[in-house]
């Protein structure tokens, strides 16, 4: 009973070591300096733009102000059919959904959208876009950072501007008023699985708005679903999708795309 006692209690210290203050470790002797500078492999040089917005030297320009030729319908691939009007990408909520012509894995996104000032509705149906960072299928299958006036618009929070819709609300609300140019920085981390199609690693996503951390390396439960729980389907690489929402209000538009494929 004694040894017990004396095991249980030698436990308990074990269990308040982490809070007690521990001993500065000592470096091995003859250690040197130079024992833990790491000279290769050499990070590549990257040219950055003339403004953090500018795409950088390594960036794939997906909208440059010019057309749409990186661009292609969800529903069946062909030319995507949005307006390119003075410098800017105007939704075409008839033309339904488009998305890249590429396909990506782990990426660095930036993206910039506007509201336009005569915006109409409320909830979710003002403004309503959305941003697929991996698009999965036709129509809403992916992972969609949302993208909705939120400015003084109450909605469900996990639907509102910079949610991962219906999973996870925005860390703060930095939304600018409607006129005005709002940016979307984002991390994405692709999910990997393994030969059988199940997740080996999920989906994570890092997420600033309007320069503000928004979504702090969020870990995805699977896919983003308007009904249901969401789950996870196996893909390798996918397109970036942008959303044509159904509702009435008069439509976003977009400028200044560019992603840095990473590891
Ligand atoms: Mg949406």
């Not at 992972?143 to 003084?152: F, G, N, P, V």
């Amino acid at each position: 009973m004694k040894r017990a006692a004396a095991a249980l209690a030698a436990l308990a210290l074990c269990a308040y070591a982490p809070a007690m203050a521990q001993p500065t470790p000592s470096p091995t002797p003859g250690a040197k300096p130079q024992d833990t500078e790491q000279w290769k492999p050499v990070p590549p040089v990257v040219t950055p733009g003339a403004t953090d917005a500018a795409p950088p030297s390594d960036a794939i320009v997906l909208f440059g102000g010019k057309d749409l030729s990186e661009w292609v319908s969800t529903k069946d691939h062909t030319p995507a059919q949005w307006q390119v009007k003075d410098g800017v990408i105007v939704v075409s909520k008839t033309a339904g959904n488009i998305e890249t012509r590429r396909s990506f894995r782990n990426y660095q996104l930036h993206l910039e959208w506007r509201v336009p000032t005569d915006v109409t509705g409320s909830g979710q149906a003002r403004g309503n876009s959305g941003l697929f960072l991996a698009s999965t299928g036709p129509g809403d299958l992916g992972y969609e950072l949302q993208i909705l006036d939120s400015y003084k618009n109450e909605t469900y929070v996990n639907g509102q501007a910079a949610s991962l819709y219906k999973q996870a609300p925005p860390l703060v609300n930095a939304m600018r008023p409607p006129g005005q140019w709002q940016t979307y920085d984002v991390v994405w981390t692709a999910p990997t699985f393994d030969a059988a199609g199940k997740v080996k690693t999920p989906a994570k996503v890092t997420a600033f708005h309007n320069g503000v951390l928004v979504q702090n390396d969020f870990v995805m439960a699977g896919e983003t679903l308007y009904i249901g729980k969401p789950y996870y389907k196996a893909y390798d690489r996918a397109p970036i999708k942008l959303q044509a929402h159904g509702d009435p209000s008069p439509p976003i538009s977009f400028r200044n795309i560019w992603v840095r494929e990473l590891p």
